[in-house]
């Protein structure tokens, strides 16, 4: 007898939250406490989920992981879990530009999948009274045919006062072989909660072939070292028909 569909993905998901937590629990032994008088490690990136067009300060390498339902499967109609591993390389090419460079890797049996690059320009440095604004030229390749590649532009602004920050990006992008407009945007509120901690909330949108999805979910950041820094957080769907999804970041710098 078939067991009722609404059952397995909510064990499923109750299973990968107690894992998640049960990881990040293992992973926090690994945080160093800093020594008196010594600075604490820059933490990079402000949003898990949103699209930041502000260039990077330095050169750092990234490894994120994002676990969400896959497609139906065309027999039985039922959903795994899928995984998303992806590496990502920052680096600065001056005080107001640089460029990014990620791919997702091991992906539905290839070594490399969907290869994306960025540009990304800061027009507005931000101040205590001032808000910084960032543009980027996108690129998001298709390793299964060229013609689903997309490019497009982003836009972003960032916002500081003491341990609170606001950023806000939104970025336009189109098949390079028809016009297939792709928006996706949102803001990001962080909170520094000590020298190591911080904490985030998220709200994105994605709008694509007429349909939209709005989700928010909450983001916990933590400095595990000098130049080194482990983020995870989840986004749960605003609108109706959607699934959660988790992700896991680590950040280091080169």
Known sequence: MNRPCCATP???????????ALALAALLPLAARPHDGEAAPELVAEALFLCDPLPPGGRDLALSVVVEEGEPDPGTGERRLATSPRLQLAM???DRVGFT?????????????APGASLKVLLRAPG??????????????????PADSEAGLGLGAIRSAGRFALRAGASLTTGVSSWSPHLHGGISAAVALGARWRALGELVADVSGGEAMVAAGPAVKLAIGEGAALMAGALFPVTPGAAPSLAVQLTRAL
């Open 101 to 113: 460079a990620d791919a997702g890797i091991a992906t539905d049996g290839a070594a490399i999948d």
């Open 128 to 145: 205590p009274d001032r808000t910084g604004l960032s543009a980027s030229l996108d690129l998001f390749g298709s390793t299964h045919s």
């Open 92 to 94: 600065a090419l001056s």
């Open 10 to 20: 909510a064990v499923r998901w109750l299973r990968l939250a107690v894992l998640a």
